[in-house]
């Protein structure tokens, strides 16, 4: 059974400090994690208005059932390039790697916060292979462009319980928990105002809350690179931080982002770990780009690779089955330039 804890500043996976004596491009990542954002993986519409948007380009058709079988296969070879963790959403995230509006209906949770079984049995699927490989999983509870699914702040909470007590009970111990994605576009979260940054610490504490024989989930929800990097409340609450590293004009913005999180009282008061699980820059090739800069830094680094976008800002994109691990239909295979860039540089420093 595959473990994650938390001691200090370190993630220790089966008792030990993760990748321990590793280093990626000659720098040491002594209890970071390399994580890649996966978050689609258990992914369904159950609108019917748009389902057919996601469509396979070899069948005409989308199929659920064939999205998360890849998303299994692919993960044994993501595990020998040197991936640690990755994040998986039960509200997913956009299938159009960016959008502007979201009239799908993509989240595993029923308006009322129940969790839908459909959406649960392929999440246990992935976490029970996950564990057999040796992967720690942080699975994403709420989206942006899905929270308004759910009816009101008591089915948020509803959902925030069922979903804790179904990771609880299904035994896994290498999950970690994140509330929910970027708190800080309070704009976008206008339905589930608890799920703003002002206020998602109290979900924090809730699913923290939520034992089973003793144990609890370690939990945390995510700021993106736009003010407030970070509130006194989560710094104070959350067993980690989360930080996302989309929109920095440099890679030199992502210390700085840690050193700001360092500087708040609250957390120097209790140091933990500090995570990037998101962020679209890539620059797999020079010897200076986000990845390095955050590991440099020592923060965990995630890879967030939209899908077929190649210009800024980025728009909106139907997923073509070849680039990125987002927009719908994903190729979860190592299927594109960028995608090789990224496990070719984690996978330097391996044991050959």
Same mark, same amino acid.
């Given at each position: 059974m595959t473990t994650v804890e938390i001691a200090g500043t370190s993630f220790l996976v089966d008792g030990a400090v993760a990748n321990a004596g590793r280093t990626v491009r000659g720098v040491p990542v002594d209890g970071l994690l390399l994580n890649?954002?996966?978050?689609? %993986?258990?992914?369904?519409d159950v609108n019917p208005e748009t389902v057919d948007k996601w469509a396979y380009p070899d069948t005409g058709t989308w199929d659920a059932e064939r999205n998360v079988f890849e998303f299994i296969a692919a993960m044994p070879e993501w595990k020998s390039k040197g991936l640690d963790c990755f994040t998986i959403g039960i509200q997913g995230g956009s299938p159009q790697g960016y959008s502007e509006t979201q009239p799908w209906d993509t989240g595993g949770f029923d308006a009322d916060g129940g969790l839908r079984p459909a959406f649960a049995e392929?999440?246990?699927?992935?976490?029970?292979?996950?564990?057999?490989? !040796?992967?720690?999983?942080?699975?994403d509870y709420f989206y942006q462009g899905q929270e308004m699914r759910l009816i009101d702040e008591a089915a948020v909470r509803r959902a925030t319980v069922e979903?804790?007590?179904f990771l609880l009970e299904g035994g896994w111990?290498?999950?970690?928990v994140e509330i929910a994605n970027e708190v800080n576009f309070d704009w976008e979260y206008t339905h589930s105002r608890n799920m703003r940054w002002d206020r998602v610490h109290e979900l924090i504490a809730l699913a923290q809350s939520i034992e089973l024989e003793g144990r609890r989930l370690a939990v945390s929800t995510s700021f993106a690179a736009i003010d407030p990097i970070m509130t006194p409340e989560v710094a104070a609450q959350a067993d980690w931080i989360l930080?996302? %590293?989309n929109g920095t004009p440099n890679p030199e913005r992502l210390t700085e982002m840690v050193e700001e999180v360092r500087a708040m009282r609250a957390y120097a008061a209790n140091p933990r770990p500090i995570m990037f699980n998101e962020d679209d820059h890539f620059d797999f090739d020079k010897p200076?780009?986000?990845?390095?800069?955050?590991?440099?830094? !020592?923060?965990?680094? !995630?890879?967030f690779d939209p899908g077929?976008?190649?210009v800024m800002p980025p728009r909106p994109t139907i997923g073509?089955?070849?680039? !990125?691990?987002?927009?719908?239909?994903?190729?979860w295979g190592i299927s594109s330039e960028i995608k090789r860039g990224f496990f070719d540089a984690i996978s330097d420093g391996l044991p050959s």
């Open positions: 890649s954002r996966m978050i689609n %993986g258990i992914f369904d392929r999440l246990t699927r992935v976490l029970d292979e996950a564990d057999r490989l !040796g992967f720690v999983v942080i699975v979903a804790t007590r111990r290498n999950v970690l930080l996302h %590293g200076h780009n986000h990845m390095i800069e955050a590991l440099r830094a !020592g923060a965990s680094w !995630g890879y077929s976008i190649t073509n089955y070849r680039d !990125g691990y987002q927009a719908v239909p994903v190729n």
